[in-house]
């Protein structure tokens, strides 16, 4: 597609419930990232992917996060037994091998709220 | 601990005023800079980059942003703001290219016509 694109756009889910956000890059794209941004924040980092590898995966804020990317092209971002701090906006964003003349794409998010 | 600071949370202009959003990095050798812009409901759009080499840097919409390695600094400026400028706006910094962004706590910008 044209650009970085996320689903569902909002979410929301019952306290305890098990999500699951989907995230499909630019084509050929071989970088994803995954950001959390709560409100009234700037995102935060929660894990990175170079094609299918996961190389980093240091923000992911408890063992109820996992995310995977097994074709390297969509990612999914699984948050389980969501509880209310879990409420933000997922970001994801791609890039390329030239990066450095493009900087890292977008998407629109997916707002999730807890209740 | 590498941080992207913006020292003002919101700021408020007339339009056709000038605007300059400021923006501090500590990190251990000069990062990689960025300004991202997001309107509600949106994702985050680049404006402009600094990757090396000149210190003004132009980007997208008539902004532009001056690095200042001596304060640390990557302000973003704009000399005649629109009212369709009213948004979001995000520092943010990667220590090598292609990795991951660390992000400012964001400043809102409020246009008044």
């Known amino acids: 597609g044209a650009g970085v694109s996320q689903s569902p756009r909002y979410k929301v889910a019952k306290r305890g419930q098990d999500v699951a956000l989907r995230c499909d890059p630019i084509?050929?794209?071989?970088?994803l990232f995954w950001y959390q941004q709560a409100l009234g924040q700037g995102p935060e980092f929660l894990t990175y992917?170079?094609?299918?590898?996961?190389?980093?995966k240091s923000g992911l804020p408890s063992d109820r996060f996992f995310a995977e990317r097994p074709e390297g092209s969509v990612s999914t971002l699984k948050i389980q037994r969501t509880q209310q701090e879990d409420s933000a906006v997922y970001l994801c964003?791609?890039?390329?091998?030239?990066?450095?003349?493009?900087?890292?794409?977008f998407g629109q998010g997916t707002r999730l709220t807890v209740v | 601990a590498q941080s992207v600071t913006q020292p003002d949370i919101h700021i408020t202009v007339s339009e056709g005023a000038s605007l300059e959003l400021r923006c501090n990095y500590s990190?251990?050798?000069?990062?990689?800079l960025f300004w991202y812009v997001q309107s509600p409901g949106q994702g985050l759009q680049l404006l402009l980059k600094?990757?090396?080499?000149?210190?003004l840097v132009q980007g997208i919409k008539g902004f532009e942003a001056e690095f200042k390695r001596s304060q640390s600094s990557f302000n973003l400026r704009k000399p005649s703001v629109h009212w369709s400028d009213a948004a979001e706006y995000f520092c943010?910094?990667?220590?090598?290219?292609?990795?991951?962004?660390?992000f400012g706590e964001g400043t809102q910008l409020t246009v008044n016509p």
């Open positions: 964003a791609s890039s390329s091998p030239d990066r450095g003349l493009l900087g890292a794409f």
């Open positions: 084509s050929g794209h071989v970088s």
């Open positions: 992917f170079q094609n299918e590898a996961q190389l980093d």
């Open positions: 990190y251990g050798a000069t990062p990689y």
């Open positions: 600094y990757f090396s080499g000149d210190t």
């Open positions: 943010a910094a990667e220590e090598t290219s292609g990795s991951r962004l660390t």
